[in-house]
């Protein structure tokens, strides 16, 4: 079971380095064509079409890892932080000794990749200009809610006006709450106490 939570969390963490792969690719493509200038290597559309590693690469047995390999005494001291069972069996052992070590191979790969002029990443979102203008909040998207306040008394307070509509929520057309009440007084449900 402990295993397959693994291999979850490392197909999750290999979905996350692929998606920061491409948008540092993305970065630096439009990069390149807002500026002036040619990208290297021919066009743009060949470069993104041949990727210069895969994932897949990093697993195949001829690719050596560039850090000493794991050991059983590190193995079990990583167990034992992390509160997991040390392992029955020396087949169990020697898989979960492969498990991490490939995922070093991921960890070293994505450290390798040259970020220099590259942004860090501050939040999952569009950062365009035109999508930080539509998000900005200005003083003429708030007038409709400012028409609604009136400055009242000598300290100046802001009050809604008497006559500004009261918004409404909106409920779900066709639904009525109350239709699975068995017993129901007006607007209420009634509720039936047990007395002894």
């Given at each position: 079971m402990r295993t397959v939570m693994a291999l979850r969390q490392w197909q999750e963490a290999s979905a996350f380095s692929r998606?920061?792969?491409?948008?540092?690719?993305?970065?630096?493509?439009?990069?390149?064509?807002?500026?002036?200038?040619?990208?290297?290597?021919?066009?743009?559309?060949?470069?993104?079409?041949?990727?210069?590693w895969s994932v897949k690469s990093l697993f195949?047995?001829?690719?050596?890892?560039?850090?000493?390999?794991?050991?059983?005494?590190?193995?079990?001291?990583?167990?034992?932080?992390?509160?997991?069972?040390?392992?029955?069996?020396a087949?169990?052992?020697?898989?979960?000794?492969?498990?991490?070590?490939?995922?070093l191979k991921l960890v070293q790969a994505i450290q390798s990749v040259n970020t220099s002029g590259v942004?860090?990443?501050?939040s999952i979102r569009d950062e365009t200009k035109q999508a930080e203008q539509e998000q900005e909040i200005?003083?003429?998207?708030?007038q409709e809610e400012f028409d609604k306040e009136e400055v009242v008394g000598r300290r100046g307070r802001?009050?809604?006006?008497k006559d500004a509509p009261i918004p409404v929520k909106k409920s779900r057309e066709g639904w009525?709450?109350?239709?699975?009440?068995?017993?129901?007084?007006?607007r209420f449900f009634v509720v039936d106490t047990a007395k002894d």
């Open positions: 998606l920061l792969l491409a948008r540092k690719a993305n970065q630096s493509a439009s990069r390149w064509v807002s500026s002036a200038s040619k990208p290297p290597d021919g066009d743009l559309e060949a470069m993104l079409s041949t990727p210069s195949q047995s001829g690719t050596a890892s560039q850090s000493s390999p794991i050991t059983q005494k590190q193995l079990h001291h990583l167990l034992r932080l992390s509160a997991l069972p040390i392992p029955t069996s087949a169990h052992e020697e898989k979960l000794i492969a498990d991490l070590q490939s995922q942004e860090p990443l501050q200005t003083v003429a998207s708030m802001i009050r809604r006006r009525d709450p109350l239709a699975q009440a068995p017993k129901k007084m007006g």
